[in-house]
């Protein structure tokens, strides 16, 4: 039989300083969870372990730990040192001042939403975004949702519902975490028209499929992987030339989304939503937190009827974007307006950041922590885009006895520090990390250094 007989009672803890501190910290309902689950706890100790009864002091103590673990925030900022500057699992693109600005502005009170100030009257979420993204692409409407899949599931299933899609076996992507171009045609209710073979789609494919009567083309880009050797893809031009030869419209899912010339920039020739509604597709959609460099949004533009039918669809309602979303990427698309995107816009300044700032950075790295030393690396861009494609850097570079453990130590520290590998030493690229996290990166490189060697002084690692 185990004894609890030793046990406080709740009431007991209640009336203590620290519980009355703890209900002043986390509110009373919240406070009597833990006291209740640290108790429970004691109890299940006592008669699995055989303990002895702990004392008052180690209850409370365990409720604190328990409170302080139920309220600590798990998406929280980290330090990407990693290299990738649109890297999917640190949150893709970091935002602009202005987009954080125009998100505070619009969101810590009231905003204009779905409000026409002239009319004094209820006015449509729609407008905010879409002049902008008529104005920098010419296209002739524009639509913004939650992401990129749901711009593609909403266009399927408002244009192609139970109709047949055409579109080539080169193009049937997984663009990662588990999302399938194939799968969600087939959610959409879309007929899936598969043509060519993996490596090579010719036009006469199109022309063929078309024949039999299809309601929609969809071209579907690469994104994350390239095609080499024996291979051929129709070009967008000819497709929709094609397609519209029988009065079938084209839906360009571009991915990534760049409107400008990643080419300027040292990296292959991504297409650009430019590019694709230049060549005729009616409808073209991309990420807004990809190559665009803003918040997580799907954006469609194309022709206005097609959008305007697209916006009907019930689904549209299901999957729009929320204010924040549209705060910021307003912000972020009057910075490509005025030109200005490769200054402001966080992602296009890691990508241009030249070598020698790279070097200069790191080096200053090297010289406040007074160890490691200059590695010539690469980063990469991420995000689906431009695959095989690196940009030469500077990397700081530490030789450590475990690397592993190291890294470890580093995503432990506030803000955590995500790094990696190269060559048996941890590797920072300095590309990624935004200039006003450098301290905060230092100081967790120091702690991680004082808790592998701590009795090494300065410069003898
Ligand atoms: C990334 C990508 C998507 C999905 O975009 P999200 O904004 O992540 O939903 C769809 N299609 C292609 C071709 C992509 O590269």
Redesign the pocket.
Known sequence: MSDFRGLPSVDQLLRTSQAEEMTAAYGRSLTLDALRAALDETRERIKTQAIETPDQQAILASAGRMLEAWVRPSLVRVINASGVVLHTNLGRAPLSRAALQAIRDTSEGYSTLEYDLEKGARGSRSVHAEALLRRLTGAEAALVVN????A?LLCLSALARSKRVVIARSQL?E?GGG?R?PDVMRQSGARLVEVGTTNRVHLRDYEDALEEGVALVLR??H?NFKIIGFTTEADLGEIVEAAHRRDVPVLD????GALLDTAAYGLAHEPTVQESLASGADLVCF?G??LLGGP?A?IIVGKAGLIEKVKKHPLARAVRADKLCLAALSATLVHYLKGEAAAEVPIWRMISAGLEGLGARAARWQEALGCGSLLEGRSTVGG?SLPEETLPTILYALEVPQPNRFLRLLRACEPAVIARVQDERVVFDPRTVLPEQEEALLDAIRNAIYQVRPNLHRGTL
Not at 147 to 150: C, I, L
Not at 253 to 256: A, T, W
């Open positions: 992401n990129n899949a749901a593609l992507v663009v999302f171009i579907a880009h994104s899912d571009l991915g990534s990420s937190d990809k997580q799907g689906g």
